[in-house]
């Protein structure tokens, strides 16, 4: 209703602007799918800024019959591209229904910006409540006038399917359970839908893998040889210990960030295309040859050079000082930090040492890691804290009789523990109404990917299972 609203505010030559072209011959013409669209939405969908901006998105629409049915993703915290909708099983799955794929951008997200710049008052119309709106207002005209979003013909009143991976998998689930009369089903995998203040289940879960191959305890004692150094108060001692690991000088909380950020950059795909990839990039380091802080510290140092960092580069990356006022368009990661910050926390801290587990990371990362930048970064009106149990009061709360909803969770997932069916039961019952396939050997949204011809037997069936679910859904 907002959007109609908002579209009367604005010029005819405005709207036009932002309609796709169509062929001057007066047929239809289906475009590349590189082609980059744009669609209109208020700032605001809940009356505090009713100027509008251009949302981008694109399509492809090759096995597109009339009456087939339109599937809607979203990048989440990345910019549309090509690879969403000509090489995920999206694609896939329209070819078997003569379907179309439409990515659309998130707000904030790749050139989809509301507001002229990333301060915390422009952020304040980053809410979930907005974003949701936003992907809801184009389905309604996808649905109710296609000739304001396609440039061919298209059929008014096409099934919807709302579908994508981790956090644009929860906006599928979202999405179907908000708007059941626009969304008809959803594919959510790998949806993150359980969110916490402090999210040290993705550490502990990794420390799975590790003893799965087993390294944990090696990793553990390096971990804490590394922590009594960095909380000694000797700074000769803690320049040592950045030298080992390659880094630039940083405060010890800062380095602790950094590493750990290195060290998970095959974490979220510990398996994936047959290779072990937490195998090859850190346990294998834990040989016997050298002590474990030693074997740690040459897995970093291997990971900075394949990545070509620089010492500058990682001082971009860790110093937790640099751009807080930098407010300038196209930062992901400050978007996503204002989401943390505002929405929901999940903070990817250690495990306390209150809850007795043993840590995989420094127990410097912690809440005094991450929340100190929010009034940094977005000034005083942030809160202290982000009230995670409120959000998923609303947000989980309304998962729990939605309907038509398909889930899938690798069960080496790192953050399985975020999702429908963690390591220790479930959060939703498995049921034919919303069904839940848990993907044996799987990893991270490896379901909805590209697919190969090496992937596991329990990934191309949850496929299976999921595109007779769409079948059934979309008659």
């Excluded at 208020?42 to 694109?58: I, R, S």
């Excluded at 809850?355 to 809160?383: I, Q, W």
């Excluded at 379901?447 to 011809?453: F, K, L, Y």
């Amino acid at each position: 209703m907002r959007f109609a609203v908002s579209l009367s505010l604005i010029s005819i030559a405005a709207v036009a602007k932002c309609l796709p072209s169509l062929a001057t011959d007066g047929s239809s013409s289906i475009p590349p799918s590189s082609t980059v669209f744009q669609f209109s939405q208020p700032v605001d969908h809940f009356g505090l800024n009713d100027n509008v901006w251009q949302q981008q998105y694109q399509l492809n629409a090759t096995f597109y019959k009339p009456g087939g049915p339109i599937f809607v993703v979203t990048p989440g915290e990345s910019a549309v591209s090509n690879s969403l909708i000509d090489a995920s099983y999206f694609n896939n799955l329209a070819q078997e229904v003569n379907g179309m794929v439409v990515a659309v951008e998130h707000r904030f997200y790749g050139k989809s910006n509301p507001m002229p710049d990333l301060s915390g008052s422009s952020l304040k119309y980053h809410t979930i409540d907005n974003v949701l709106e936003d992907f809801a207002s184009f389905i309604r005209a996808a649905r109710s006038t296609p000739s304001d979003v396609f440039p061919f013909t298209v059929s008014p009143n096409s099934k919807i399917i709302f579908g994508g991976g981790s956090y644009a998998g929860a906006i599928a689930a979202w999405m179907r359970a908000k708007y059941p009369s626009l969304v008809d089903a959803a594919w959510a995998s790998s949806a993150v839908v359980q969110y916490r203040l402090e999210n040290y289940q993705l550490e502990q879960s990794w420390g799975k893998h590790l003893a799965a191959l087993g390294c944990a305890s090696e990793m553990n004692q390096a971990v804490n040889q590394l922590d009594d150094v960095l909380l000694s108060n000797n700074q000769t001692a803690i320049d040592e210990i950045q030298s080992l690991f390659g880094t630039p000088s940083l405060t010890p909380r800062d380095f602790a960030g950094l590493i750990t950020s290195l060290i998970g950059v095959d974490a979220m795909y510990p398996n994936f295309e047959g290779i072990d990839y937490t195998q090859s990039s850190v346990c294998s380091y834990f040989d016997g040859q050298r002590s474990n802080l030693d074997s740690f510290a040459q897995a970093v140092r291997d990971t900075i050079n394949n990545l070509g960092l620089t010492q500058q580069a990682m001082t971009q990356m860790a110093d937790t000082t640099l751009n807080w006022h930098n407010y300038a368009l196209g930062q992901s990661g400050r978007v996503w930090y204002y989401q943390e910050c505002a929405w929901y926390g999940n903070w990817q801290v250690t495990a306390p040492e209150s809850t007795g587990l043993a840590p995989y990371h420094s127990r410097l990362v912690d809440l005094t890691y991450y929340e100190p930048n929010c009034k940094n970064k977005f000034g005083s009106d942030m809160p202290e804290h982000a009230d995670s149990d409120g959000f998923n009061q609303k947000w989980f709360g309304m998962l729990k009789n939605a309907t038509n909803i398909y889930y899938t969770v690798g069960s080496l997932d790192l953050w399985r523990g975020s999702t429908v069916i963690p390591w220790d039961g479930e959060y939703l019952p498995n049921t034919d109404a919303s069904p839940i396939y848990l993907m044996d050997g799987a990893t991270h949204s490896q379901d909805v990917a590209h697919p190969w011809s090496v992937d596991l037997e329990s990934v191309k069936d949850a496929r299976n299972v999921g595109l007779a679910l769409i079948k059934k859904w979309i008659v």
